[in-house]
């Protein structure tokens, strides 16, 4: 081979070799970023990416429906927490229909009002006497029957004067709606049917299925009532997860990016 040949040859070949020289550098370079990027996301405490709590977020398949209807009006609370009003005061009759966590054991307590004058006890200017009722259905199979424990806290007009009508009041305790309410003293609530109580068509849009109508004993003289019960496990027994806690733990689910970048 000629000088000049070989001599090109040999600078070649020096190229090839620095070539795979630098190329090896730079993957032994990306092979260590590679690891140490590795041993920092290791770093990282665990609440950064998941918590300890154990309890995930909730989802709306985690909710039950509430659907409830009251003649005239209501208000409803869940362990302690009020869960729903009745947006409507008197007329239309309307059902309020609600999605709800459910825990147990849930105790439900209500306090329903017939349209009535807290004076007099009579409705539509003191010429009715009226009656009232109240009917609710959970996703869950509860529903409202005599199981319930009721106590009327106004009754009018009394003997049925409506001459001279008066009413029969007592004070609603602070903690009606609580779960530690002593309420061994009331009364089993009475069971009322579809055509005594003659619910608004806007009744039948809505699941009632297996419910059925309450109120105390007198469904026109009693004017306001509060109704309580304990569901102590899922009716339809259904397991289901305990989300009560949920505002004193980080609940397990994807990290919130940071501002401006959501
Ligand atoms: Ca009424
Ligand atoms: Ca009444």
Redesign the pocket.
């Known amino acids: 081979m000629p000088l000049t040949e070989r001599s090109n040859v040999n600078k070649q070949s020096k190229q090839n070799r620095s070539r795979t020289s630098r190329t090896w550098r730079w993957l032994s370079c990306i092979a260590l970023v590679t690891c140490f990027a590795s041993w920092v996301l290791a770093q990282e405490p665990a609440s950064a990416n998941k918590s300890q709590s154990g309890i995930r977020k909730p989802q709306m398949s985690d909710t039950v429906k509430a659907n409830m209807y009251a003649d005239n009006w209501f208000i409803l609370y869940i362990n302690g927490e009020l869960v729903a009003v009745d947006s409507i005061s008197f007329v239309p009759h309307n059902v309020i229909s609600v999605d709800m966590l459910p825990t147990y054991p849930m105790t439900i307590a209500v306090l329903a009002k017939?349209?009535?004058d807290p004076k007099t006890?009579?409705?539509y200017a003191n010429t009715?006497?009226?009656?009232?009722g109240f009917i609710l259905k959970f996703g869950d199979g509860t529903v409202t029957n005599a199981t319930w424990k009721v106590k009327a806290f106004s009754t009018?007009p009394i003997d049925r004067d409506t001459k001279n009508p008066r009413v029969r009041s007592e004070p609603v305790p602070a903690d009606w709606f609580a779960v530690g309410f002593d309420d061994s003293s009331w009364s089993k609530a009475t069971e009322y049917s579809h055509e005594q109580v003659g619910p608004k068509p806007v009744f039948n849009d809505y699941d009632f299925e297996g419910a059925k109508f309450i109120w105390s004993g007198d469904?026109?003289?009693?004017?306001v009532v509060i109704f309580r019960h304990v569901v102590t496990a899922p009716p339809d027994g259904k397991k289901r997860t305990d989300f009560s806690n949920l505002n004193n733990v980080v609940p397990e689910g994807p990290q919130r990016p940071p501002r401006g970048k959501r």
């Open positions: 017939d349209n009535a006890g009579m409705e009715n006497i009226g009656d009232a009018g469904i026109e003289l009693d004017n």
